[in-house]
C-alpha cells in the first residue's frame, strides 16, 4: 500500500483479497471489502458507488491495521469492525462474546413457529438470539441468562440499540438457576465442543471466549443439564429447544426422552446437519 499514488477502493479491495488468499484467509474478497467499507463509514454497496473516490491517507492507515490484524493475528472480522449480522439485525460484537452464527437462526425459527409466550434463553451472549425472538414475538416476554458480567453489558446495549429491551429481561446466573416454572419455552445455544477438539478449530474461532465453547469432555455437559433440569421449569404442554453439534442430535435426543419428552423433533440446517433438537414435555 504504497503513500507516493492514490488509491481507489477498488484497488485496495483487489491488494488486499489477494494478500489475505497468501495468509490462509478463507473469505478473502469478503473481509476486504467488509473492513474496508467500515473504515470508509459506508456499507459494501456504497463501496462500489465511491469506487472513482480516493482513500483517504487516515482511512488507509487505519485500514491497513486492520489487514494486518486479520491476516497475521486471524482476528474475525466481526471483532475488528465491532458488528455483525443476524437475523437481518446488526449485533455489537466483542471478544466476550460468541460471534453469532448463520446456523443459529435455526433456532429462531424453530421457537417462532411455536409462538409461545413465555421464553427463557440460557447463556444470551450478546443477546442476539434474545433480540431476534422479541422482533419475530412481540407479544412474548422473554428471560435471558448469562453468566458472563462483560456479555451481559453487550447484550443490554444491543438490546437497547433494537428497540426491545422492555421485553427481554436479562439475568446474571448460572443455568437454569435464575429460571421459575411455567415457561411456555427453555432456548438455548449452550458450548457443544469437545474440549479436545478445542484447540484443532480455526484460528478465528479461537479468539471467542472458550467458556462459550467448551461444552466439556464429550461437548454435552450443559446440554446434559438443561435436558435434566428444564422439564421442572416448563409448563406442560412446554418445549426445550437446543442448539447442537455435528453429530450430536441423537445423544440429544436420548437426553430429552430420558427427561420425560413425550415428543423429540431434529431440525436440519442448510448443509444438511442436524442442528436443532426440539422436545416436548407434556400435552397430548
Known sequence: MSRERSWQPLDLVRWTAEYFGRHGVSTPRLDAEVLLAHVMGVDRMGLYLRFEDAVRDDQRARFRELVKRRAVDRVPVAYLTGVHEFWSLQIKVTP????????????????????????????????????????????????????????????????????????VTLVEGEGLGPVGPGFETIVSNPPYVRRAE?????????????EALDGGADGLDLVRELCHEAPSRLAR???????????????????????????????????????????RFGGD
Open 96 to 167: 466476550d462474546v460468541l460471534i453469532p452464527r448463520p446456523e443459529t437462526e435455526l433456532l429462531v425459527e424453530t421457537v417462532r413457529d411455536l409462538r409461545p409466550s413465555l421464553v427463557a434463553e440460557i447463556g444470551t451472549g450478546s443477546g442476539a438470539l434474545a433480540a431476534a425472538l422479541a422482533r419475530e414475538l412481540p407479544e412474548a416476554a422473554i428471560l435471558a441468562v448469562e453468566r458472563s458480567r462483560p456479555a451481559l453489558s453487550v447484550a443490554r446495549e444491543n438490546l437497547e440499540l433494537l428497540g426491545v429491551s422492555e421485553r
Open 237 to 279: 404442554p412446554g418445549h426445550l429447544a437446543l442448539e447442537v453439534g455435528a453429530g450430536q442430535a441423537a445423544d440429544v435426543e436420548e437426553l430429552m426422552r430420558e427427561a420425560g419428552a413425550i415428543q423429540v423433533e431434529r431440525v436440519r440446517d442448510l448443509a444438511g446437519i442436524e442442528r436443532v433438537v426440539l422436545g
Open 198 to 210: 478445542i484447540a484443532e478449530l480455526a484460528p478465528e474461532v479461537r479468539h471467542e471466549p472458550r
